[in-house]
Every structure is written in structure tokens, then in C-alpha cells.
């Protein structure tokens, strides 16, 4: 990791840690720009045109047009097909040693069930005890409830976690939730 980040070593101070998952320990294998055109379908086979807004702004549209279900099954699908052909990334390796010391969470903005499919593909399920997707809670990053979550399920204080991620996001989620954060290596 470069300077701005966690050794292993550092990592295990804490009572435990949370990973973000795609950019983090895995690349999910995802044509965002293909997720986007399935997800514009979804508005336009109801009647709305979706045409101007980036993914994160048609999960929003979509709850005010009652669509958030069929919106939310076309990313789902996209992520979990890429999380059977995803990447594996260097940090996924310390993951366990980790865990053997700490508890280990992953935090994402992917659906539960692709991050659950990428940790299964990478041999990673047993070092993780807590799984939060996008939709495993009412908000999502950089709003803080799906890290404290995590963190609820891993029964850790924020101000004792660190949350390990890729993007000013993941920066911005750790800051509100009042955990330490730490830029994985690029």
C-alpha cells in the first residue's frame, strides 16, 4: 500500500476493519456503461426517460417513479455476473491473516448478493464475518448508515474501526460514520 494507506500490522490496531469491495479487494468484471443503457430500458419500458441521469441518479428516480425493484435487478444482475468473472486484487491476499487478528467487514456500494458472490469466488467467505451491500440498507455510501451497519454486525464502536477503499466516497463514508479510513493502493 502506498503511504496514505494500512500495513496489515496497522490494520490490526483497530478492534476491526472494513473493506469496500470493488476497486478494494476485487474488480468486478462490469460494463458500468452497459448497466446504465439496461437501466434506462427499465425507465422507458414505464414511461420515464431516464436518459439524462448517471446510474446513482436513476437509483433515486427510480424511487420516485416506484421502479427502485426492476431498477434495482438490472444492476444486481450486471454485478453479479461481473463478480463471477471478477479480478481478485493484491489486498484480497492479507484478508485472512487479518481476520485471524480482527474482525472483517465489507462495506459496498455493489448489491449484497454480488459481493457475497465475489467473496465466494475469491475464497474469501470464511475471512469475513459482516456483509453490507447498497441494498442491504435504506441508504447508501457516502451516506454512513451501510458502514455503521457493518460495524453493528461486527459489534465494533466506529471511533475502534478503519475502513479500507478506493474512493473519495469510501473517504467521505469513514469520515461520517467517525471510523478511521485508509486508501487501499492503486
Known amino acids: 500500500m502506498n503511504s496514505a494507506s494500512a500495513t496489515v500490522a496497522d490494520l490490526t490496531e483497530f478492534d476491526a476493519v472494513v473493506y469496500d469491495l470493488d476497486g478494494t479487494l476485487v474488480h468486478l468484471a462490469v460494463n458500468w456503461n452497459d448497466v446504465a443503457s439496461d437501466v ?24 420516485e417513479h416506484g421502479l427502485r425493484i426492476d431498477v434495482e435487478a438490472a444492476i444486481a444482475e450486471h454485478e453479479t455476473v461481473g463478480a463471477e468473472n471478477s479480478q481478485r486484487l493484491p ?29 465466494d469466488v475469491h475464497d474469501l467467505t470464511d475471512a469475513v464475518d459482516t456483509v453490507v451491500g447498497r441494498d442491504s440498507v435504506a441508504t447508501r455510501k457516502p451516506d454512513p448508515e451501510p458502514l455503521l451497519a457493518t ?20 473517504e467521505v463514508t469513514a469520515e461520517r460514520a467517525g471510523a478511521a479510513f485508509r486508501y487501499v493502493e492503486e
Not at 491476499?93 to 487479518?98: H, K
Request: hydrophobic share 45%.
Open 40 to 63: 434506462i430500458s427499465v425507465f422507458a419500458d414505464a414511461g420515464v426517460d431516464a436518459s439524462e441521469y448517471d446510474l446513482w441518479g436513476m437509483l433515486d428516480l427510480a424511487d
Open 151 to 170: 460495524l453493528r454486525g461486527l459489534g465494533v464502536d466506529p471511533s475502534e474501526a478503519i475502513f479500507v477503499g478506493d474512493s473519495r466516497r469510501d
Open 91 to 119: 489486498l484480497a491476499d492479507t484478508v485472512a491473516t487479518v481476520a485471524d487478528e480482527i474482525p472483517v467487514g465489507v462495506c459496498s456500494l455493489n448489491c449484497e448478493a454480488a459481493c457475497r458472490t465475489a467473496l
